[in-house]
T-cell receptor, first 112, second 110 residues
Framework: GEDVEQSLFLSVREGDSSVINCTYT??????LYWYKQEPGAGLQLLTY?????DMKQDQRLTVLLNKKDKHLSLRIADTQTGDSAIYFC????????????FGSGTRLLVRP | NAGVTQTPKFQVLKTGQSMTLQCAQD?????MSWYRQDPGMGLRLIHY???????DQGEVPNGYNVSRSTTEDFPLRLLSAAPSQTSVYFC?????????FGQGTRLTVV
């Protein structure tokens, strides 16, 4: 079946690194995504990784993909108070629907 | 670049009223979709379209209709609003890995 799971909450101190984890069940996923949602706002595409890659880095963001364990992580280096938001992991299925399956989101709180 | 534009941002409806949520994209993406976001449930797919003239149902299609007469536009219609349709609605547009969302429409049905 299709399922994406994330922990609900993460609290870090400003300047530390944050690591948000996600597990998924569908081994046929093509792309895996990280979105950021601030209060009352839409979903901002942070980054995505193709399923044949194991790492992608973009400035402060590092995505790691372990296909064997179906585990995806997002590392935010030098976390700032502006990074406080809900982070959603999503997988894209390899079928004609192109739909994204979302986790329930991880709320990141950055303490000064 | 506008990306994905949704209107309105906020709407209050009475039970039984109908309305259309608008979604437009300027990226020439073939694939568009509608999701609803409810507390603690992530986003769930309502309807999607893989191109002009083609639509299909997602996980939670009941009470909603869609059409896709052009590549750019993908409106979502609520036929007879119910309190269970109180939610935040997001339109998305996608081309391969690039999947962008609009800013959302916050709908309350009273």
């Amino acid at each position: 079946g299709e399922d994406v799971e994330q922990s609900l909450f993460l609290s870090v101190r400003e300047g530390d690194s944050s690591v948000i984890n996600c597990t998924y069940t569908d081994s046929s996923s093509t792309y895996l995504y990280w979105y950021k949602q601030e209060p009352g706002a839409g979903l901002q595409l942070l980054t995505y990784i193709f399923s044949n890659m194991d790492m992608k880095q973009d400035q402060r963001l590092t995505v790691l993909l372990n296909k064997k364990d179906k585990h995806l992580s997002l590392r935010i280096a030098d976390t700032q108070t502006g990074d406080s938001a809900i982070y959603f992991c999503a997988e894209s299925l390899m079928d004609s629907s192109y739909k994204l399956i979302f986790g329930s989101g991880t709320r990141l709180l950055v303490r000064p | 670049n506008a990306g994905v534009t949704q209107t309105p941002k906020f709407q209050v409806l009475k039970t039984g009223q109908s309305m259309t949520l608008q979604c437009a994209q300027d990226m020439n993406h073939e694939y568009m979709s509608w999701y609803r976001q409810d507390p603690g449930m992530g986003l769930r797919l309502i309807h999607y379209s893989v191109g002009a003239g083609i639509t299909d149902q997602g996980e939670v299609p009941n009470g909603y209709n869609v059409s896709r007469s052009t590549t750019e536009d993908f409106p979502l219609r609520l036929l007879s609003a119910a309190p269970s349709q109180t939610s935040v609605y997001f339109c998305a547009s996608r081309d391969r890995g690039q999947a962008f969302f609009g800013q959302g429409t916050r709908l309350t049905v009273v």
